[in-house]
């Protein structure tokens, strides 16, 4: 027997989780372990052939050439949002990178995709794959080389963060399959993806100033995990946060970056800068950063804390050679990876300008120098809008649906009601980066936007589908249905709305959307009420009055907005979305808190004393029924589980990973000495774009005096073989993570009258008091014919079963009994049954 799903653990407080911080942390930041950088070794089959190449490359190059490719140029300084340096002797043009997350930003004639949230919403690794290919498509096509997303950090430890609906759920297991499909659809298309933001960065508020304390596991449990799963699917780039961690900046610090994305994790692309994260020369670039983005913002003589400085870094003896070489490594390697099959040959100029929306203007428009035709509006669109609306369509989280209120069955009249549900006066994009509430809302609001091509309403689409039955915006008479429409955004904190710095300040409907919405059911008896929201809002009333016979969660679904609505409300489309995250009453209930006002906001800091405990885990803990729960959707037929059936594996004794890597190379001609000053200045005559960053040395500086930064010198320089760590050896992990141990399958039946698609999800006990009731390890996506039985299986991994362990700095299956919940959400569990001792 399964335990009941009762208050199983008494609350630990805080404090004690807080206090067992320090000592559960391998070793912290500035202590000088996490020293050297790995250097990139390019063993595993993925890579073999892109670091062969890259490294053919990068030994044609001379030190600044070097430089050129891990520096951006500058803010604004060439057309993309961030552009590196350029090898123009063989030919090779800088690297293009571009937001965003759900499509390309500040560009015209691109698709505007449904949200993260949104995609991860569906349950559907198809669909993940698909909107990934087709972004690649979309970025491949402007001449992008690294499309800056997707995101699992935020992860959304807390419901309010502003950025949570560019990533995909608080839950990691959902997260990390997101991110690898995600990553794996736009890499299949010639584009660099980026995982981003690394890590712990869950606020705008003090993004660029908080500091993060953790425990050791709830960073490999929690955080750590989907980034895990996209070196597992070999993303090409990573992006550091703004936050610091530790102590530390993410964007320097040798914990995070070296210990456990570079040897841990074994990551052998490269880690670029948020714009504007990296503080230092060396720090950054000893603690492994690999590319500084955009690339100014430094002090004289170079205006950069690389480019020049760098090279000059390395002329000194400050920063080794090969530390140089392996950054440049990494970025070739990441560029020859995706550069495979089609598109082995294929890089399209950059068909674009990020900061003009003129025909012509400048290369360089932070100097205004070199005008061209830069913006050749190149219509990268495709065949994407039926994608978007199939997303939209099947994201659609059905909340209430009283006596098959849905779908709806020829109404004589409907009212549509909200101004969320309305074109928005001047366009779609009249609101910069959504900078403001006007017309439906489709996305957030900040970098993570695109500019929609065109964006159909709800109220457009329901006029065109409803026909004869022209829909009223009043309430005045009483029609058959009304519909409400209400929002709630988040964003990013350079734009503020209403007073909401990018994070939420609370969990409510915006715009009078709780009003309205109280209004309505006032007085009609048929109330729908649909939902475009970032997150979850206290929605409590609305599933227990009498008048609102449906709710509906549309979040953030992009140009297809209305289309994809209307086919879920008439019936086109049978809801599959299920929510990825947890529903309360207030921001209060979910144990983790959102730090608006540090007692120090200066230097703010705070600690996630929660550990693993977010979202339902959280209230699973805490015994509070959700309003509604992770999971939950429903549609518009029925299923039935069963069969359940538990097999498990003998399985080879799980080996810690260990033995030394290889030295650390330099690649090529290494200039050095007095002979690497003369020969790392720019050449005579050359004329220099102001402001712009160069990778050459200005000056005389002292060949080879200095050896490193201090505290860290010996270790930072050390370019000898260094050990495997346990849990490391392949990228993503130890490789024996990934072996399957058992398998769980179950028996899924469509007892309805209609064809449907039931999205079973898995759910583990790994026991114990410091594990969380149950943590999500399984779900699949089932279409089913009425009637029809369909058997899914579950493969569940050693990581999957495992809890991370301090001590042996590894995973470790605990000796507790576990046990196996298959349901419909967290909560609303069919099936359950033992997990059989493992048989090594
Ligand atoms: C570095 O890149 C810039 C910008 O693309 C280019 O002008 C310069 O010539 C490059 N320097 C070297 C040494 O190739
Ligand atoms: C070496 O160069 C770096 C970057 O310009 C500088 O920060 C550092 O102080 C220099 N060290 C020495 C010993 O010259
Ligand atoms: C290569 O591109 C062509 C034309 O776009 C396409 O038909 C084909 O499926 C692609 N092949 C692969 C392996 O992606
Ligand atoms: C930028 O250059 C263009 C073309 O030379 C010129 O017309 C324009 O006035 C310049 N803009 C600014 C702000 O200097
Ligand atoms: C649902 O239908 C039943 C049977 O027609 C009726 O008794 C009940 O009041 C209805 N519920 C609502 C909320 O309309
Ligand atoms: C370009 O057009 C978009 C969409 O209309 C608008 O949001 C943006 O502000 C414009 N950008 C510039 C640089 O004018
Ligand atoms: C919550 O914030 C939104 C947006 O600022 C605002 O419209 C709403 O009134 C707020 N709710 C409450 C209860 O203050
Ligand atoms: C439901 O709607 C009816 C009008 O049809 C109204 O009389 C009644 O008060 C409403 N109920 C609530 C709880 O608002
Ligand atoms: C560097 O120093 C040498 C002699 O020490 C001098 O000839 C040369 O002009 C100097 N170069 C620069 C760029 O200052
Ligand atoms: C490196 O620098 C440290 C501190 O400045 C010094 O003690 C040490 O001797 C230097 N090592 C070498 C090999 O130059
Ligand atoms: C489950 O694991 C088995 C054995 O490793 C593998 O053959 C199968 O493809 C896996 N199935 C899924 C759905 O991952
Ligand atoms: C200048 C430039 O690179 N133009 C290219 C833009 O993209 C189209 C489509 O890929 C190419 O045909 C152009 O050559």
């Known amino acids: 027997m399964a335990p009941a799903r009762s208050l199983l653990f008494t609350a630990a407080s805080l404090v004690a989780a807080v206090a067992a911080i320090t000592k559960d942390v391998p070793f912290l930041p500035g202590t000088g372990a996490g020293f050297p950088s790995p250097w990139g070794s390019g063993k595993s089959p993925e890579w073999k052939e892109a670091y062969a190449k890259a490294k053919e490359f990068v ?9 050129n490719l891990t520096t951006g140029t500058g803010w604004e300084a060439d057309v993309c949002i961030g552009m590196t340096g350029s090898v123009p002797r063989l030919g090779f043009r800088g690297f293009c990178l571009e937001d965003g997350p759900l499509g390309i930003r500040y560009t015209d004639h691109n698709s505007a995709f449904p949200a993260g949230i949104n995609v991860a919403a569906t349950f559907s690794r198809d669909l993940m794959r698909r909107r990934g290919e087709a972004m690649g498509e979309e970025f491949h096509g402007k001449g992008i080389d690294v499309q800056l997303g997707p995101v699992a950090g935020p992860l959304g430890r807390v419901p309010q963060g502003g950025r949570n609906w560019e990533g995909f759920s608080p839950d990691p297991y959902l997260t990390g399959v997101a991110m690898a499909e995600t990553i794996r659809g736009i890499q299949s298309r010639g584009v660099i993806a980026c995982a981003k933001h690394y890590i712990l960065n869950e606020q705008e508020h003090y993004r660029g100033r908080i500091d993060v304390k953790i425990d050791d596991r709830a960073m490999h449990e929690l955080y750590l995990w989907p980034f895990a799963d996209a070196v597992k699917a070999d993303v090409g780039s990573v992006m550091c946060s703004y936050n610091k961690v530790m102590g530390e900046w993410a964007c320097e610090n040798e914990y995070t970056t070296n210990y456990l994305l570079k040897n841990e994790l074994d990551f052998q692309g490269f880690v670029m800068s948020d714009w504007g994260a990296q503080h230092s020369t060396l720090g950054s670039a000893l603690a492994g950063l690999d590319m500084a983005m955009p690339g100014d913002g430094g002090p004289p003589p170079y205006g950069s804390l690389w480019g020049g400085a760098l090279t000059a870094a390395v002329l000194n003896g400050s920063v080794p050679a090969w530390r140089v070489d392996d950054m440049a490594v990494r970025i070739m390697a ?7 099959g089609n598109y082995t040959a294929r890089r399209p100029d950059v068909n674009f300008s990020a900061w003009t929306n003129q025909t012509a203007g400048p290369l360089h428009p932070s100097s205004n120098k070199t005008w061209a035709l ?10 994407h809008a039926a994608l978007i609306r199939e997303i939209g369509a ?5 909340l209430k649906n009283v006596n098959k209120t849905l779908p709806l069955k020829r109404p004589t009249s409907i009212a549509v009601i909200g101004e969320d549900a309305q074109d928005t006066p001047g366009g779609p994009n009249a609101c910069p980066e959504r900078g403001c509430i006007r017309g439906t809302l489709a996305m957030g609001y900040g970098s993570g936007t695109a500019d929609f091509p065109y964006l159909v309403s709800p109220a457009t689409a329901l006029k065109l589908r409803a026909g004869a039955a ?24 350079f734009i503020t709305i209403d007073g909401n710095a990018g994070d939420r300040n609370n969990l409510t409907l915006w715009n009078g959307g709780d009003a309205l919405i109280r209004a309505v059911a006032s ?24 008048n609102i016979t449906a709710i509906l969660w549309a979040g953030l679904p992009g140009q297809e907005s209305g289309n994809a609505l209307v086919d879920v409300l008439y019936g086109d489309v049978n809801p599959q979305g299920r929510s990825p995250f947890t529903w309360g009453r207030d921001a209060a209930e979910y144990g983790a808190e959102l730090l608006f006002n540090a007692s120090d906001p200066v230097a703010p800091s705070q600690t996630f004393g929660e550990g693993v405990f977010v979202d339902y885990r959280w209230f699973e803990r805490e015994g509070i029924a959700p309003v509604v729960a992770f999971g939950e959707g429903g549609s518009y037929t029925t299923f039935e589980y069963g069969g359940l059936k538990i097999k498990g594996y003998e399985t080879e004794r799980y080996q810690a990973s260990g033995g030394v890597t290889g030295e650390a190379e330099t690649v090529g001609k290494v200039d050095g000495g007095e002979g690497g000053w003369e020969a790392s200045r720019a050449p ?12 050459w040395v200005v000056g005389n500086g002292t060949a080879g005096v200095g050896n490193g930064t201090t505290g860290t010198t010996g270790m930072a320089m050390n370019g000898s073989a260094q050990p495997v760590l346990p849990a490391g050896g392949a990228p993503g992990g130890n490789p024996g993570l990934w072996e399957v141990l058992y398998t769980v399958s179950a028996n899924i039946k469509n007892t309805g009258a209609v064809k449907g698609t039931e999205i079973p999800q898995l759910y583990l006990q790994l026991g114990g008091e410091s594990n969380p009731f149950s943590v999500l390890r399984g779900f699949d996506e089932v279409v089913l014919e009425p009637g029809e039985t369909k058997t899914v299986v579950f493969n569940l991994t050693r990581r999957d079963v495992s809890n991370w362990d ?14 196996v919940f298959i349901g419909s959400s967290v909560v609303n569990i069919k099936l359950h049954g033992a997990l059989p001792a493992l048989k090594e």
């Open 59 to 67: 030994g044609q190059l001379t030190l600044v050439e070097k430089v």
């Open 334 to 340: 990441a560029y020859y990876l995706v550069h495979t």
């Open 374 to 383: 830069v913006n050749q509006r190149v219509d990268v669109q495709a065949g």
């Open 394 to 398: 099947k994201s659609v989280v059905l």
């Open 470 to 493: 022209t829909p009223r915006r009043d309430s005045q008479t009483s029609p058959e249905a009304a519909i409400v429409f209400a929002m709630a955004t988040a964003g990013e904190n």
């Open 523 to 546: 007085v009609n008896p048929n109330t729908i009420v649909v939902l475009h929201t970032v997150g979850p809002v206290v929605i409590d009333y609305a599933k227990e009055h009498p």
């Open 684 to 695: 005579g005559g050359f004329e220099r774009i102001v402001p712009y960053v160069y990778p």
């Open 806 to 819: 301090t001590k042996s700095a590894n995973w470790v299956i605990n000796g507790e009994e576990k046990f």
